[in-house]
């Protein structure tokens, strides 16, 4: 199993800047993908961004130019760092760890992410 502990959520001014970090522990070769979700109140669960072992990366297209995923492969962490923040970036932001291949799918239990205008 992998364990994902999320840090750094809170309350940002739109424009603002905020750096999620998330820290993956247990059985952290499976996580061969690790990336960042963010679900608002009534809205699907989303891509924000993930980040590969071979450091392939994804965004989503509403963060592209403003977030930056970045990975520590050393210490098992992935960071998301959120620029220009604005107030539709509000949501719960949640880790999360694939494996390559087939395998379990792990979640971290979120942070959140408030931005006033």
């Known amino acids: 199993q992998v364990q994902l502990v999320e840090s750094g959520g809170g309350l940002v001014q739109a424009g603002g800047s905020l750096r999620l970090s998330c820290a993956a522990s247990g059985n952290v070769f499976s996580t061969y993908t690790m990336g960042w979700y963010r679900q608002a109140p009534g809205k699907q669960r989303e891509l924000v961004a993930t980040i590969n072992r071979g450091g392939i990366t994804n965004y989503g297209d509403s963060v592209k130019g403003r977030f930056t995923i970045s990975r520590d492969y050393a210490k098992n962490t992935v960071d998301l760092q959120m620029n220009s923040l604005k107030p539709e970036d509000a949501a719960v932001y949640y880790c999360?760890?694939?494996?390559?291949?087939?395998?379990?799918?792990?979640w971290g239990q979120g942070t959140q992410v408030t931005v006033s205008s």
């Open positions: 999360n760890s694939q494996p390559k291949g087939s395998g379990s799918v792990y």
